[in-house]
């Protein structure tokens, strides 16, 4: 029997990575919410690039439908987020990575979501920890204690068709963190309903060209990111103390898991230039800080237990001290 709402636009920004675009699509067409029922649509946004993301997408509107593809005339970089989200004709418009790749079960998950919500139409955060519970928060602090970083995820989010007047208007070409802007000022702008989902939803994989510069990764997930929390705390909305724990928090959870990631699973195609030049960062901007000596030893301790897995050594070779003094004199100094 087919639905005739169209409850979702999953909307997906992409460039040059037509591998991980296949993967995206093929997640969602094989999932009754899609081929049967037609409560879903793909809208593709492409930033003028490889031209076989059209093919792809013709090719799978051919045999399933309900596929929108749109190519930019120029690339316009972060303004492609918006412009994604703009093209869905759903009752809500998901923002998605090219990289995302759903859950069986998850449309089902999100379409149920979104019905239940769909008269009071709260700002929705996803924020995968595989407990399928929701949590409500009144205020912004509140929120941003909760979920962190999270908001700097293109996946977190996204809007209500009924809201989405001005979303391109709102983006600067050079602003790769728009999504979590947007996202913080909806939730703001909605304080006393905003919603978080808990439910396991997505995979985020890797692809060959999946690569980081390692300034750029610190300008965007720290420099930026924090810039866009200030703004709030000079408005009154975010304390400086909340601020301060979002620092710190980005340190002990964001960086410590990126850099063993980095590390060790460059076979998963999601590398990073210069890793020591990172480490060299994050000195940089975090080395006066009365934190920093406990976090090194935490992020010994998650190394060398990746380490211990990615080659199967012997646990009993972890954290000895003299060891630990060698390894921090490698990696820090």
């Known amino acids: 029997m087919t639905n005739e709402k169209l409850y979702l636009s999953i909307c997906i920004p992409t460039y040059d990575r037509c591998e991980l675009l296949i993967r995206c699509i093929e997640s969602i067409v094989i999932q009754p919410e899609f081929f049967r029922e037609k409560a879903v649509e793909i809208v593709i946004s492409d930033n003028c690039g490889n031209i076989r993301n059209k093919e792809i997408a013709d090719n799978y509107n051919r045999i399933y439908g309900n596929i929108r593809y749109f190519r930019n005339k120029e690339n316009v970089f972060g303004k492609n987020f918006p412009l994604a989200l703009d093209r869905g004709n759903g009752v809500y418009c998901k923002l998605v990575n090219d990289t995302v790749v759903f859950k069986q079960g998850s449309l089902s998950k999100i379409i149920g979501f979104i019905k239940k919500y769909e008269d009071t139409k709260p700002a929705f955060v996803f924020c995968e920890r595989a407990e399928d519970t929701e949590e409500k928060y009144t205020d912004l602090e509140g929120l941003l204690y909760r979920v962190g970083n999270l908001f700097t995820w293109i996946g977190s989010g996204g809007i209500w068709k009924c809201d989405n007047e001005g979303l391109e208007k709102s983006c600067r070409m050079d602003d790769s963190l728009w999504p979590a802007r947007y996202l913080l000022n909806y939730c703001y702008n909605k304080e006393n309903t ?116 990615h080659t199967r050594a012997a646990l009993s070779q972890m954290l000895h001290w003299g060891d630990f003094k060698r390894f921090i004199k490698k990696v820090f100094e």
Not at 231 to 252: M, N, Q, R
């Open 194 to 309: 905003v919603v978080i989902n808990n439910s396991d939803l997505f995979l985020v994989m890797g692809g060959k060209t999946t690569h980081y510069n390692a300034e750029r990764f610190l300008k965007i997930f720290h420099d930026d990111y924090l810039e866009v929390i200030q703004e709030y705390v000079e408005i009154g909305a975010v304390s400086h103390i909340c601020y301060d724990s979002l620092e710190k928090d980005l340190l002990f959870s964001f960086y410590t898991s990126w850099l063993v990631f980095f590390e060790f699973n460059n076979e998963n195609g999601i590398t990073i230039d210069n890793l020591s030049l990172v480490r060299r960062l994050i000195k940089k901007t975090y080395g006066k800080q009365w934190y920093f000596e406990d976090w090194k030893r935490i992020y010994y301790k998650e190394w060398i237990a990746a380490k211990n897995q």
